[in-house]
């Protein structure tokens, strides 16, 4: 099964890359950027005999390696 995990900071933590990107964008005369928050995208595929299985997985590997539960949120789709 192919699993696409998206990973983002939670609300009200800092975000200085996407701040970094936010004003680059308005140095290039992009000005209407606002709010500018930078993630993170994986994808592999697992292989597991059935998709309760793969969910279970997925939410150990974010929750023990992938993310950082303190700071990101993150959200899944496995196909």
């Known amino acids: ?5 998206f990973v983002s900071l939670k609300n009200g933590v800092l975000d200085p890359q996407g701040k ?3 004003r680059s964008l308005h140095t290039l005369g992009y000005g209407e950027v606002r709010e500018v928050r930078v993630g ?7 292989d597991v005999t059935s998709r309760e299985t793969a969910e279970a997985r997925v939410r150990e ?3 023990k390696l992938l993310t950082n539960p303190v700071i990101e949120d993150y959200r899944f789709e496995i196909q």
């Open 1 to 5: 099964m192919r699993v696409k995990i």
């Open 20 to 22: 970094a990107i936010e």
């Open 40 to 46: 993170k995208y994986l994808e592999f595929d697992v």
């Open 61 to 63: 590997m974010c929750d």
